[in-house]
């Protein structure tokens, strides 16, 4: 089993890194969040963890900045019915706290939004990781009372990206004076025309 990879980025590609590491390239598949942070790097030399996925027809490595990313993606490639390709579309599209936020509260709208999950795929991940995940978050469960969640969710349920949605409201919420639900949502849509414009 290979464990993770150090070595110098050859090439960036769509959900992929080529890591140089002594004279020969690994394809590593990577999150989204996780490649804008490798290409900011450029050529400089990269520490990967890795998973490697083994199949009858192929040899897959997947890569993540963090042990916390490596666990998460093991959790859900264990669901039944849930492959590597499926948990690294989570990874891409919504943030672990979040991701863990949904399974606690079993907020099925959060996870559907996900490509590539449908609802009897978003009640499965529920089903077999809501345990885990209270175990992994030690006894802090988030509720579904955090304002920022909740605003969050309601963006999600308009058409947003989670990712998106989540980002625009951290980035208002300081800024808030109105500590109201709506008021939070009426900002964070505001940041989210501005963006897109």
């Known amino acids: 089993m290979i464990s993770h990879l150090y070595g110098e980025i050859a090439q960036c590609g769509e959900g992929f890194v080529i890591i140089d590491v002594g004279g ?3 394809h590593v598949n990577v999150s989204r969040p996780a490649l804008q942070e490798l290409t ?6 990269v520490k990967l963890f890795t998973y490697l996925n ?4 192929a040899l897959n490595l997947y890569g993540f900045m963090n ?5 998460m993606f093991k959790l859900i490639i264990n669901v039944a019915g849930v492959g590597p390709q499926i948990a690294m579309k989570i ?4 943030k672990i706290e979040d991701f863990a936020c949904a399974i606690i509260n079993e907020d099925e709208k959060v996870l559907t939004n996900i490509s590539g999950i449908g609802k009897k ?10 345990d885990k995940m209270k175990k992994k978050m030690g006894g802090y469960i988030p509720t579904s009372s955090n304002i920022n969640y909740d605003a969050v969710s309601a963006l999600v ?17 300081a800024e808030v004076k109105d500590t109201s639900i709506e008021a939070l949502i009426k900002a964070a849509l505001l940041r989210l025309k501005e963006v897109e414009g």
């Open 40 to 45: 900011k790097k450029g050529t400089s030399n």
């Open 54 to 57: 083994v199949r009858e027809d």
């Open 91 to 94: 990874l891409s599209e919504i």
């Open 121 to 130: 795929n978003a009640q499965r991940l529920i089903l077999e990781l809501k």
């Open 24 to 26: 020969i390239g690994y």
């Open 157 to 173: 349920s308009l058409g947003f990206q989670q990712r998106e949605s989540r980002e625009a409201v951290e980035a208002v919420s």
């Open 67 to 71: 042990t916390t990313e490596l666990e």
